[in-house]
């Protein structure tokens, strides 16, 4: 391919590939070639590419009525809402367009909160090996030095510990009188997919408790069927007081939501908070219909099943791998990692195996396939992955 247009910001290190279509599982770049995408655009293309009745109500709804504004009703957006405050046990929704507005949402709910209880310098706690997205705010509350670099200084305002660390949160809550919020991922998708143990978030839950603290519970990559249950926290059978959501929620449509319970639920008034293009028809009608889906094929389910196979295939494989320090995972987000610097098996994984991936902290190879692979393309997900890490003969 050519070098890519000088009109485009240098924001993105792009691989020198380009599809023009794609299918379930599958994309075909511009020459025809068929790749295995166990990406899926970062766990957004959940119902696959293409999926039919998501473009049908796409087009449907282009011809009805695309955006109108939030100082009027919405009843795609009302519905989409409700939907999602049921399954999630949350009680009101807001949309945005994206993950990292979502966690903007939440972190305004923390210092709407901080300022009820009357702190005057709020604090939130928030983890090592943390994304939660590239704001000025969400950078801050980010747990990554490597994309903090250049933006120095952050916005103050943020408490780090280790994840999945009670002990260390409970020392720091001893000592640091104005935490008013906790923003935690169930799983750290860009720190490795790392989960977070089920006792971890339970004591994490006992302590906001304690503290009158926001438990806000980042599921922006785990969110809607990932892990295998339609939430992420749900593994803990703990209930958040906020929740963030994007990606799944609209298969490639940019949407995202921070749904909140209690207290959580009241903060924002007519003033405090808005989003021009969030929460409109178009992108709600797509939420409501990822919805039908996913409720009708039980697509949890499904990924729960079909991550654990792909995770036994890769450990039965991989197991005895000189360079593989561990092979983790759940539902289907599975981390490979390394013993070293591994960047190069993107390149190589789909030269040579047509198979789309990611590396994350460097080590880790990141797989986040459509949830609605069958076994067959799981299989081949996983072989194609052994024969990437198999010696040259």
């Known amino acids: 391919m050519s070098?890519?247009?000088?009109?485009?910001?240098?924001?993105?290190?792009?691989?020198?590939?380009?599809?023009?279509?794609?299918?379930?599982?599958?994309?075909?770049?511009?020459?025809?070639?068929?790749?295995?995408?166990?990406?899926?655009?970062?766990?957004?293309?959940?119902?696959?590419?293409?999926?039919?009745?998501?473009?049908?109500?796409i087009a449907e709804q282009a011809t009805v009525l695309l955006h109108t504004t939030n100082l009027f009703r919405i009843p795609w957006q009302e519905q989409l809402g409700?939907?999602?405050?049921?399954?999630?046990?949350?009680?009101?929704?807001?949309?945005?367009?994206?993950?990292?507005?979502?966690?903007?949402?939440?972190?305004?709910?923390?210092?709407?909160h901080a300022n009820a209880r009357q702190v005057t310098q709020p604090q939130v706690l928030v983890m090592d090996?943390?994304?939660?997205g590239r704001t000025l705010a969400t950078l801050a509350a980010t747990g990554n030095p490597a994309v903090h670099r250049g933006f120095e200084p952050l916005m103050p305002g943020f408490v780090r510990v280790p994840y999945d660390n009670i002990e260390a949160i409970r020392q720091v809550a001893a000592q640091?009188?104005?935490?008013?919020?906790?923003?935690?991922?169930?799983?750290?998708?860009?720190?490795?997919?790392?989960?977070?143990?089920?006792g971890y978030l339970q004591a994490l839950r006992q302590l906001c408790d304690e503290h009158d603290w926001l438990?806000?519970?980042?599921?922006?990559?785990?969110?809607?069927?990932?892990?295998?249950?339609?939430?992420?926290?749900?593994?803990?059978?703990?209930?958040?007081?906020?929740?963030?959501?994007?990606?799944?929620?609209?298969?490639?449509?940019?949407?995202?939501?921070?749904?909140?319970?209690?207290?959580?639920?009241?903060l924002f008034s007519p003033g405090h908070h808005a989003s021009t293009f969030g929460g409109n028809p178009l992108a709600c009608r797509v939420g409501c219909t990822v919805l039908d889906?996913?409720?009708?094929?039980?697509?949890?389910?499904?990924?729960?099943?079909?991550?654990?196979?792909?995770?036994?295939?890769?450990?039965?494989?991989?197991?005895?791998?000189?360079?593989v320090v561990s092979v983790r995972g759940i539902g289907l987000m599975i981390g490979i990692e390394l013993n070293g610097p591994c960047a190069e098996l993107v390149g190589r994984a789909r030269e040579e195996q047509r198979l789309l991936i990611t590396v994350t902290r460097g080590t880790t190879v990141r797989l986040l396939p459509p949830l609605i692979?069958?076994?067959a393309q799981i299989d081949d997900i996983a072989a194609r992955i052994t024969r990437l890490l198999s010696p040259a003969a």
């Open 3 to 57: 070098a890519a247009p000088a009109y485009l910001m240098h924001t993105s290190a792009r691989q020198p590939v380009s599809f023009s279509r794609g299918q379930g599982a599958s994309l075909w770049d511009t020459e025809g070639v068929e790749y295995l995408d166990a990406i899926a655009g970062v766990a957004v293309a959940s119902l696959g590419h293409a999926n039919p009745e998501i473009a049908a109500a």
């Open 82 to 112: 409700e939907r999602l405050c049921l399954l999630s046990g949350m009680q009101r929704a807001f949309f945005c367009n994206s993950g990292a507005e979502a966690n903007e949402a939440a972190l305004k709910l923390a210092r709407l």
């Open 129 to 132: 090996n943390s994304f939660h």
């Open 176 to 198: 640091s009188p104005d935490i008013v919020a906790v923003l935690v991922e169930p799983v750290q998708g860009e720190g490795g997919v790392h989960a977070a143990s089920a």
């Open 215 to 266: 438990m806000m519970i980042d599921e922006v990559q785990t969110g809607l069927g990932r892990t295998g249950t339609w939430f992420g926290f749900e593994h803990a059978g703990i209930e958040p007081d906020v929740i963030t959501l994007a990606k799944a929620l609209g298969n490639g449509f940019p949407i995202g939501a921070c749904l909140a319970r209690g207290k959580a639920a009241e």
């Open 293 to 323: 889906i996913m409720q009708r094929d039980h697509i949890p389910q499904r990924a729960a099943a079909s991550g654990r196979r792909l995770l036994a295939a890769l450990k039965l494989a991989l197991g005895n791998h000189p360079e």
């Open 373 to 375: 692979c069958d076994d």
